[in-house]
């Protein structure tokens, strides 16, 4: 998916689970944490094109990736005024949440991730929505504003937030069943060899 989609996915998890706690700040580290996994296209310098095609959305898009990553965000985060009154675990759980939610709505473009490395090169790529899909992200953008900014003062602020989720959560499993149709209504055709 695009970085902005991404952030704001992450941004929507961080008011999920830190709003309440630390308000609009909690949405600020969610975007931040969230576009991590992307910071591979800094290899680019590196290598060339062609390569590129191989290590991005790789080894930083694996689920390794987003445990080991979870805990020394957590680590970081910990040390940090703002979120010194959060318990360790739910910084972790916040941290994966952003890293590995990344991962997989990169699984459902056509591109796909590098999820089981080390374990296995193979990339999942389901293939059901494109890499820009605003049909996924106005909803999430809509919502995130409603909680942060027009609903900011009301104690049930964080949920239009997860109006937002369910609603582009939705949406996914809406592209999964849609596929699944598709591929099971093609009629099958004669390879050619």
């Not at 360790?88 to 591109?111: E, G, I, N, P, Q």
């Not at 609903?151 to 849609?178: A, D, E």
Request: charged share 15%.
């Amino acid at each position: 998916m695009d970085s902005i989609t991404q952030g704001v996915l992450g941004a929507a998890i961080g008011e999920a689970i830190l709003g309440k706690k630390i308000g609009n700040k909690g949405a600020v580290i969610g975007a931040i944490v969230a576009t991590i996994p992307d910071l591979d296209v800094i290899l680019y310098l590196f290598y060339d094109k062609l390569e590129m095609l191989s290590i991005h959305r790789g080894f930083s898009h694996s689920i390794i990736f987003s445990i080991l990553g979870a805990f020394l965000i957590a680590f970081v985060l910990s040390k940090i005024k703002w979120f010194q009154s959060i318990k360790f675990k739910t910084l972790v759980l916040f941290s994966w949440l952003c890293l590995f939610t990344h991962m997989l709505l990169d699984t459902f473009t056509a591109y796909g991730t590098q999820l089981f490395l080390p374990f296995s090169n193979r990339r999942l790529g389901f293939d059901s929505i494109n890499v820009v899909d605003p049909i996924y992200t106005v909803p999430l953008i809509v919502c995130l504003i409603l909680s942060l900014w027009i609903y900011k003062s009301n104690p049930k602020r964080s949920k239009y937030n997860n109006y937002g989720l369910i609603i582009s959560s939705l949406y996914l499993v809406f592209t999964l069943l849609n596929l699944s149709l598709i591929h099971i209504s093609e009629p099958t055709r004669p390879r050619l060899i």
